[in-house]
């Protein structure tokens, strides 16, 4: 049974993961802080762990990059997406209108959440309750918990529908996301390829890309190997490399797998313009759609 990390039960990570294996058996190692879901795979504590990469509203996230970046050397075994459904959770008793009809959102007196989920409901937030104060905790998980501890003090979470199942809470209001394309993309990272029964959508490419310094026009260079073997990029953004000020590196992926012709040859080209290149995996691509119509079969 493949054991994985992952951030805490009744996260949305604990959804996706859920989602993507479906029936199969699996082993699921909670840990409240990302840092720890990444050194699980890294010590061999776990063969795999869950990681958000990316989100519809907020981005990419900045934090996990530079981990898998800087702090382990793990490659990304698969990637899909999941839809991040969010809703206010709550004891319901606490919040029940005085007519006994609906919640009294005035009785709200703190919102606490993963920053980047409170980043995806502000609008609800701020129309609903815009006098409550807002509170950043480690995932939304964590966040229902800590409601779930502190009964009668006017504390809600920004959460899932798993998260309040399994801390026993209500959900106060349903889907408080701002735009209903919320959707997150997570990679699986592990030693080892993984073979998942679904169909994938397409095949990806990670690479990490260091420029040459005092080179002008290096980057156009690079774009141009891909460009005229027709090699699709799917994302390219420039993170910090931490070494000094204005040195950057840039992460691509790359709509082609290792194995293709075109691909390594392309790679063999950047490299021979003097710039580094770091395969940070080679791995299937899962659509939320297309999981799911492999589940319903």
Known sequence: MKRIALLPAGSVSHEAVLHLFGDEPVELLHYKQISDVFLA??????????????????????????????????????????????NLVGNRNEFEASSGEGIDFLKVKKVLSHPVAMAQCLQFIRSRMPHAELEHVGSTSEAVELVKQHPGSGWTAVGTTLGAKHHGLDILAEKVTDHDNNYTRFALIGPS?????????????????TLPEDFPGALHQVLSAFAWRKLNLSRIESRPTKKR???????????????????????????????????????????????KSEVQK
């Not at 000020?245 to 040859?265: E, I, K, Q, W």
């Not at 710039?275 to 999981?291: A, D, H, K, M, W």
């Open 245 to 291: 000020l204005g040195n950057y590196y840039f992460y691509m992926d790359v709509l082609a797998p290792m194995d293709s012709v075109l691909l390594p040859s392309a790679i063999g080209e950047i490299e021979a313009l003097g710039c580094q290149v770091r395969i940070l995996g080679s791995y299937p691509s899962y659509t939320y759609e297309g999981l």
């Open 41 to 86: 795979a890294a010590n061999g504590i776990s063969d795999y762990s869950v990681i958000p990469m990316e989100n519809t509203i907020e981005g990419s996230v900045s934090l996990h990059m530079d981990w898998l970046v800087h702090e382990v050397d793990i490659p990304m075994q698969v990637e899909w997406v999941y839809p991040s459904i969010q």
């Open 193 to 209: 390829p993984l073979q998942i029964g679904s169909r994938p959508s397409e095949a990806k490419t990670s690479i990490l890309v």
